[in-house]
């Protein structure tokens, strides 16, 4: 059974900052990796995926993937108020119809003028 | 674009109920997907479905039925609510397959007295 953990439970950084947040999974076999945000009172919205090793940029957010540390990461550069919002990595896991999808615990960033 | 509707929008329910939860989309997607959130924290996967009259557990099955009637449908029944339980229930909808994005409603509030 897949086990998704996510770090920290909650970060408070100002404006402007870097930002990174952590993602741990359980089975090196899982092949597709997201992030989702979801602003306070909203529904979840896909924010980046990426599907092989390595880094992907996209605007002001990276994602860093490493399967062989069972460990993917979102940083946000210049982060913004906006910024705020809870942040779910997610992960497609390896076998059966590809279209399971499991969540992280979520990290709760608030970005502070 | 399209839209998931999720009726109702707050369910209030008692101890022992039996209580449904709706989900409709207009996307046309073939996959659908009902999350359990607890108190702003990560998803859990309750049931989802590949196709009409398809159903697939998650990992947070028990004291849960789904059903899958039409393509554009999904809805939740808890078969005997808790008392004092609060959670958000999300439904998602996507093309399917594992580079699918999900794409989700704006959630049920329920509250059991």
């Known amino acids: 059974q897949q086990n998704v953990q996510q770090s920290p439970e909650s970060l408070i950084v100002p404006e402007g900052a870097r930002t990174s947040l952590n993602c741990t999974f359980s089975d090196s076999a899982s092949q597709y990796f997201w992030w989702y945000r979801q602003h306070s009172g909203k529904a979840p919205k896909a924010l980046m995926s990426i599907f092989s090793n390595g880094e992907k940029e996209e605007g002001r957010f990276t994602i860093h993937l490493n399967k062989a540390s069972l460990h993917f990461s979102l940083h946000i550069r210049d982060s913004q108020p906006s910024d705020s919002a809870l942040y779910l990595c997610a992960v497609t896991p390896y076998g059966g119809s590809g279209n399971k999808l499991i969540f992280g615990t979520g990290t709760l960033l608030s970005v502070k003028p | 674009g399209g839209i998931i509707t999720q009726t109702p929008k707050f369910l209030i329910g008692q101890e022992g109920q039996k209580l449904t939860l709706k989900c409709q989309q207009n996307f046309n997607h073939d996959t659908m997907y009902w999350y359990r959130q607890d108190s702003g924290k990560g998803l859990r996967l309750i049931y989802y479905?590949?196709?009409?009259?398809?159903?697939q557990k998650g990992d947070l099955s028990e004291g849960y039925d789904a059903s899958r009637e039409k393509k554009s449908s999904f809805s939740l029944t808890v078969t005997s609510a808790q008392k004092n339980e609060m959670a958000v229930f999300l439904c998602?909808?996507?093309?399917?397959?594992?580079?699918?994005?999900?794409?989700f409603g704006a959630g049920t509030r329920l509250s059991v007295l």
């Open positions: 479905s590949i196709t009409e009259n398809d159903l």
């Open positions: 998602a909808s996507s093309i399917g397959g594992r580079q699918n994005t999900l794409y």
